[in-house]
């Protein structure tokens, strides 16, 4: 694709509407699972004491941290904890991958298809998009791919080189691959867990920053956002070392530039525009706003699909 209409970058608030959590909830549920570990497959991490006292002590220092982000934690104080923290990552995520959760008509995905400009499958990159999500879940590839399917009444063998024309890069690795990614390790959409060993194989996909902070990876990223005419930011927390990671300051403000900013003040929306040195409007419309609830009365006024 050599040209982008928009870039879609997505935080854990565009997961929220499919069963996944927030950040915040996510490191509240790490920390039960740790300290309640005897209760669910993640036992099988426990291999002899001195492991039980590190993954109680783990739990501790995260809940201590009060951080918001178990991306940061992992930076910071929980390096220590990677060979813990990945599958304990995992394991939340993928107890919430429900599929019939997918297909609200009523949420973003279902809008979202709904608005791209071809029903026809053979012009489907023509809608010019691609997406970064700072997301581990696969709630998106997978809503988007069951719905390609369907309209066009392919086969998922049909449908998989079809996904390719829509570029997704997941920053910070994902759960695992979708059965029609043809990659490994290999686990359907469901939250059904069999074993410790699946969780481990999956979390062996996660990434912390410091890898993803690699010249070699970030360029990547940084290649997808050159190409692209707009910058939009959905369920997006404005994370600092998130946004580094994007290589967005210096030339934001040759983009169209906008994104949800629920629950955030005046003030942090400022911050917003001076990191990116962008004015807070763009042709008289307000680039960040906290005024809309959803995502999907975002897209409805700020996303234009031509």
Known sequence: MDEINTVFILGAGASVDYGLYTGKKLVKRIIQDLLNINTTPLRGLITDSHNAKRIQECAIKLNESNELSIDRFMQYSGKAYQDILKPAITYSLMAQEEETKLFNRDEWYAYFFRRLKTHDSDRLEENKIAFITFNYDRSLEQAL??????????????????????????????????PWQKKSPVREYTPIISDVETIKSCAACIKTISEVSEPSYKSKIEHLISKAKNICFLGFGYDKTNMDLLGLRNIAKDKGVSGTAVHLGNAEINEIHRYLQVHPLDHDRERFSNKYENIIDFLKDKWDPV
């Open 145 to 178: 791919f069951k719905r390609i399917c369907t309209l066009y009444e392919k086969t998922e063998a049909e449908c998989a080189p079809m996904m390719e024309k829509i570029p997704i890069i997941h920053v910070y690795g994902q759960i695992g691959y979708l």
